[in-house]
């Protein structure tokens, strides 16, 4: 298991904000815990210098697309980016650096899986450059996936069966616990425990984590096959509950090599 850094984006500044509050285009609701004064690039830089490979670049919306460019040229095939990809700028976004492309709403239309556009997305880029964000919310007992910023449900519960499927088609999963996302006030046990149990692939947990205390747990409850991202609870966003600087010594304890 590992520590995976992340760079969100919204209106071209770093930010860190909750991310069931996101909406479309609509500002009144959004609640923002940190906004950086320092461009992108340099938290890519940051991550490049301790060798912290794996993380992601997400744009939360139109505007991002520059810093989102500077950011993965600051650290070349280190870094992932997603955040309305699609078949037809996929290869844009490789060219600029990006290790791998993250993919959702792309994949789904009217709540269920496109799956020509899936497989377009596969010829156009390659099983082992895409990553498909499977973020989620519970509703009625399940998770189900949710795309267009986090606010659209659609039919598709995350599953054994369902990572079995999308397993075929990619090399890694990102899926955040939507409704804890940016609260820092825990992870979402049950699903922690469910993607330790199913995830066929790598995948990186993001949700709630606040402290050191909850890597390991993210660690236990994930049986070691999960990695985690951390957002708001880092100090470098603003956060009290955890230094960037344990974050990179978690990873270095746990024998991560880059």
Not at 20 to 41: E, I, K, M, V
Request: hydrophobic fraction near 40%.
């Amino acid at each position: 298991m590992k520590f995976r850094p992340c760079i969100d984006l919204h209106q071209g500044r770093v930010k860190q904000i909750v991310g069931s509050s996101l909406s479309d285009g609509q500002q009144g609701g959004l609640t923002t815990n940190f906004a950086s004064d320092q461009p992108a690039a340099h938290y890519a830089a940051m991550y490049k210098a301790d060798r912290l490979l794996g993380g992601h670049v997400i744009m939360l919306g139109p505007g991002n697309e520059a810093a989102a460019a500077e950011a993965l040229q600051a650290f070349p095939q280190g870094l992932q980016v997603g955040g309305g990809i699609t078949a037809a700028n996929a290869g844009h976004w490789l060219d600029q650096g990006a290790s791998e492309v993250i993919v959702t709403s792309a994949v789904f239309k009217d709540g269920v899986v496109h799956e020509d556009r899936l497989k377009e997305l596969v010829r156009g880029v390659g099983r082992e450059r895409l990553v498909l964000d499977l973020s989620c919310r519970k509703r009625g007992g399940e998770y189900f996936i949710v795309t267009d910023r986090w606010q659209k449900f659609t039919q598709v519960t995350v599953s054994a069966q369902s990572l079995e499927y999308f397993a075929n088609h990619c090399c890694e999963f990102l899926i955040h616990a939507v409704d804890v996302e940016g609260k820092c006030a825990g992870i979402e046990e049950e699903l922690t425990a469910l993607l330790g149990r199913w995830s066929p692939l790598p995948t990186t947990y993001a949700g709630g984590v606040q402290n050191l205390a909850d890597l390991y747990r993210v660690k236990e409850l994930g049986q070691n096959r999960l990695d985690a991202t951390i957002g708001s609870a880092l100090d470098i966003f603003g956060g009290a509950g955890i230094t960037y600087s344990e974050a990179v010594a978690f990873n270095r304890q746990e024998g991560c090599r880059p």
